[in-house]
């Protein structure tokens, strides 16, 4: 019993308590939200360690240790004379080093500061050793000793062992278990247990000997350790998150040896698998890669984060991270400028604008995705429509400028080219954006327009983006949300049972990029945000495959996951909005004699005129009845030049017009304008109503 009250001894509360004296450094780990492990980096020694005070671990630990490496460890100073003896002899006897008579202290000194193998190497290493002794309390270099020795198969020292084997912490560990652990000490290869069961079996029966020889066991204890049936659990390392877990390594300090992080890890595999099905069901089509991200809107926490299909397919790239790889959006980015159309009071919901073949400037002329047009239609039509033509007419409304500075003030900082870069392109998706960026973007609409940072994990907190700030008007973007989650406004274009309708209340749009080589399905609730991606890594087009066919079933079959394990409620509308009647053949809140209306929502201070009632009169198309295309005027010299102004006149349905000449806007919302005269060429343009003419002329000197 005398040995047992000496282990006990190494339990009691002066021990290293900070673990500052620790040889090892760790292995960083890293946790989902509910503790379970995700993945586990290497050490800078590229071993899995977890250094662990000896309060920390079994004393069946402790007892095979000096059982089997050194019986006189509580008694020499460092150096064990009677097994020096032997193993000098045995050398002389070989001529060469062919026995050790190493201590667990020895050992210690060794990993500090190792030397050659050769008699010079040896004495070193004894005096090496001594002063260990002098420096350190027994229990310093036992639990020194336990958590640098090497396990095998890359572990080190007694808790990344015994997780690794037996999946239990070094605390839990059984005296056969123990004793096992301990066996592997004198040759990991030799009796790598992966390889070589039965040799490490053998080995633990000689350590349960030597523990019973050492009286720290009896023979009862003795005999139910060796009848333990020994079991090593699963070999497989968690990997599980890949490219976010690498996320975290980069953004932790070296020191830091545990991160519980933002993800769920039973949501990420799922994420995972409904990723693999849908590509099963696109391999004809060329699609190769997916990546989806889920953020919890009112924290910013990430819950899960796929970036590939496949992280071990190098065939199709698979360690690229599609979650931060740069995509076009396609038309995920018309939302924002419909909503910076509402912001500024230049469109309501109910507006009607013009879908019709338009050449824009640059000769700049696009295309609806169904190929054909739709004449006027109102804005909540067009949005969730996502029509082409009416997206492109409203950035020019509002400008490309403002729009990139509200795309980057929403989290899209990959989009750094110039607004003449981009042009109106833009609104169409011509700039590349993160996948990540783009959903915490969406992720801003479900908040009321609020951006906040991104947070990947929760203990340290750890954040990947900026800080907090207003983006929207909270009435703004539920204008957004109601029209986005308007199943009915987006069946004209994808069907009432497309894969964005849910049975529940969810916003959603989608983006497909030229040539089919990108798109994107984006879905949120009051809760929680989705983004996903499909596509191909090295830049290949997809055959015919768009956001609604693509990463759309992905969206759905993800959010149904979601709405089960984080259930969320209709969104709440905020203070400041008002639903009316609108004329339907006009946009403008319902006059007297209105026959056909519809309800719609409006920002209380940015609602419509009232229509007039004169349907029939309404234009098909707002007009420039005066300059028309390419009127040359003559500026008179003898004629006072406050006198000479020209009418510039739209024939629009209400008497409220904006103008812009030369590309400045001009300070007058009248119909009918004097201009005076400036020689010059000009272009002229007139926006009414969601619709826009253009014009140019000149005046000569």
């Known amino acids: 019993m005398k040995k047992w009250c000496q282990v006990a001894l190494l339990f ?17 780990q890293i946790y989902d939200r509910h503790g379970a492990i995700m993945r586990s980096f290497l050490s800078n020694q590229q071993t899995q360690t977890q250094p662990i005070s000896l309060s920390e671990m079994s004393p ?27 193993a000098t002899w045995q050398n002389t006897k070989e001529r060469k080093i062919a026995s050790g008579a190493s201590t667990i202290t020895q050992q210690v000194a060794r990993a500090k500061e190792p030397h050659p193998k050769t008699w010079s190497g040896k004495f070193k290493e004894v005096l090496q050793a001594h002063k260990t002794e002098q420096n350190q309390t027994k229990e310093e270099i036992l639990e020194t000793y336990l958590n ?26 059984s005296v056969a278990q123990a004793a096992f652990l301990v066996g592997l000490i004198k040759s990991p290869t030799h009796y790598n247990p992966l390889k070589y069961f039965s040799r490490a079996l053998k080995r633990q029966k000689y350590v349960l000997k030597r523990m019973r020889e050492e009286k720290f066991l009896d023979e009862e204890m003795y005999a139910l350790a060796t009848q333990e049936k020994i079991e090593l659990r699963t070999t497989n390392r968690p990997f599980d998150a890949p490219h976010f877990t690498q996320l975290i390594k980069n953004l932790v300090t070296s020191d830091t040896v ?46 899960a984060y796929v970036g590939s299909a496949n992280f071990q397919d190098q065939e199709h790239q698979g360690q690229v991270d599609g979650v931060r790889a740069l995509r076009q959006p396609g038309s995920a980015l018309k939302p924002f400028v ?53 997206a ?36 169409l998706g011509n700039g590349e954006v993160r996948l990540l960026e783009l959903t915490n973007a969406y992720a801003m609409l479900a908040r009321g327009g609020y951006y906040r940072p991104l947070v990947v994990a929760r203990e340290p907190y750890l954040v990947f983006s900026e800080g907090a700030h207003q983006v929207f008007s909270s009435q703004t973007a539920y204008l957004l949300t109601d029209i986005l989650k308007d199943n009915q406004a987006r069946s004209a274009a994808f069907g009432l049972n497309s894969s964005l309708s849910v049975p529940f209340e969810m916003a959603a749009k989608t983006g497909t990029s030229k040539d089919y080589k990108d798109n994107f399905a984006f879905g949120y609730t009051a809760r929680w945000t989705i983004g996903v991606w499909v596509g191909n890594f090295d830049a290949s087009s997809m055959q015919k495959v768009s956001g609604i066919t693509g990463a759309g079933p992905i969206l759905h079959d993800v959010a149904i996951y979601l709405q089960e394990k984080y259930p969320s409620e209709p969104f709440t509308e905020p203070e400041g909005l008002i639903r009316k009647p609108i004329c339907t053949q006009s946009g403008l809140l319902a006059g007297p004699t209105c026959k056909q209306t519809r309800e719609e929502i409006f920002i209380k201070n940015k609602l419509p005129a009232t229509c007039n009632g004169k349907h029939a009169s309404l234009p098909q198309k707002l007009r420039l009845l005066t300059p028309k295309e390419q009127d040359v005027y003559k500026w008179d010299p003898a004629v006072p030049s406050g006198s000479q102004r020209l009418k510039w006149e739209a024939d629009c349905v209400v008497s409220r017009c904006e103008w812009k000449l030369d590309g400045k806007k001009y300070p007058t919302t009248a119909c009918k304008v004097f201009w005076p005269i400036v020689p010059g060429k000009h272009s002229l343009s007139v926006a009414c109503n969601g619709q826009e003419a253009h014009t140019t002329f000149e005046v000569l000197p």
Not at 61 to 77: G, I, N, P, Q, T
């Open 338 to 390: 419909y909503g910076l159309a509402f912001e500024q009071g230049i469109l309501t919901p109910g507006s009607l604008v013009e879908d019709e073949e338009t050449f824009f400037e640059g000769g700049f002329r696009p295309h609806n995705y169904d190929e054909s047009f739709h004449g006027l239609v109102p804005a909540r039509r067009a949005l969730a429509c996502s029509y082409n033509v009416p």
């Open 148 to 173: 640098i020795v090497e396990f095998g198969n890359l572990t080190q020292g007694v808790e990344a062992a015994s997780l690794f084997y037996f999946g239990v912490q070094a605390k839990d560990v």
């Open 258 to 303: 545990q991160v519980v992080s933002s993800l769920d890890r039973d949501l990420q595999l799922q994420t995972e698998t409904i990723i693999k099905n849908q590509l099963k069901n696109l391999s004809e089509q060329n699609v190769t890669n997916a990546a989806v991200v889920v953020i919890e809107n009112n924290t910013g926490e990430i819950l």
């Open 12 to 28: 009691l509360p002066c021990l290293l308590a900070n673990g500052e004296e620790l040889f090892a450094s760790s292995s960083l």
């Open 392 to 427: 492109v007419k409203v950035a020019e409304q509002v400008g490309v400028a403002n729009l990139l500075m509200l795309l980057r003030k929403a989290g899209l900082k990959s989009l750094t080219k110039d607004a003449g870069f981009y042009g109106l392109g833009l609104s």
């Open 60 to 86: 069946w630990l402790l007892a095979a240790a000096v059982s089997a490496e050194d019986k006189r460890f509580f008694s020499h100073s460092g150096v064990d004379f009677i097994s020096v003896v032997r």
